[in-house]
């Protein structure tokens, strides 16, 4: 079982619909980020949150950070095919040292043309 | 500023051999830190370095190991090397010059892919 689980695995969706990534734990985290990797590459940081209840919008992405800081969610709204690619979540747990992210399974998203 | 780099990309190695690989941070990063990434179990720590000290760690056998250089130019290695060490090996530096700080970004180099066979 991982720490960070997100659902769902995988998504596909025609272009123009809107889709929602989550990202839940049992455990608290002083900060989550949001990465997109693409075939061949390392991932991407997209977004870091660090206040429960935070919410951060990156043109049509819309990312919040639950109350209690043990849950997120990444909403893209009229995705395009250039959002493909596969979404992680990765948290900084509480007094956690240095610099070790902990990562959920990701999300692999497909948008149709 | 050149991103984070990664050598080599690809590598093909049989079980029982040993593998090098290296990673160049960010000019200025002090921390450079290595995952590896499986299909199956998705994208775990490895090990932390941070001024030539090794500051954190993953569970990962003894087998996997690594260093860092006074150029913040790190390397891991991995001995006696198994079918399930296959996998893509990412190395990300960040800036971070204080432990504990939760901001601090951290950016992925493209990766070495090691296929055992």
């Known amino acids: 079982t991982q720490l960070l689980e997100q659902s769902p695995q995988f998504l596909s969706i025609q272009e123009g619909e809107n889709l929602t990534v989550y990202c839940n734990s049992s455990s608290v985290f002083s900060s989550l980020q949001w990465y997109r990797q693409e075939p061949g590459e390392g991932p991407v940081l997209l977004v870091t949150v660090v206040t429960g209840g935070e919410v951060k919008k990156l043109k049509r992405l819309t990312f919040q950070f639950g109350d209690a800081r043990k849950d997120s969610s990444l909403h893209i709204t009229a995705a395009q095919p250039g959002d493909t690619g596969l979404y992680l979540c990765?948290?900084?747990?509480?007094?956690?040292?240095?610099?070790?992210?902990?990562f959920g399974g990701g999300t692999r998203v497909l948008v149709k043309p | 500023k050149a991103g984070v780099t990664q050598t080599p990309r690809y590598l093909i190695k049989t079980r029982g051999q040993q593998v090098t690989l290296s990673c160049s941070p960010i000019s200025g990063h002090r921390s450079v830190s290595w995952y590896q990434q499986t299909p199956g179990q998705g994208l775990q720590f490895l090990f932390e370095y941070f001024s030539e000290t090794q500051r954190n760690k993953g569970n990962f056998p003894g087998r996997f190991s690594g260093r860092q250089f006074s150029n913040s130019r790190s390397e891991m290695n991995v001995s006696t090397l198994e079918l399930g060490d296959s996998a893509l090996y990412l190395c990300?530096?960040?800036?971070?010059?204080?432990?504990?700080?939760?901001?601090?970004?951290?950016?992925f180099g493209p990766g070495t892919r090691l296929t055992v066979l």
């Open positions: 990765a948290g900084r747990r509480i007094k956690a040292a240095g610099n070790k992210l902990t």
């Open positions: 990300a530096s960040s800036p971070a010059g204080t432990s504990g700080r939760t901001t601090d970004t951290q950016y």
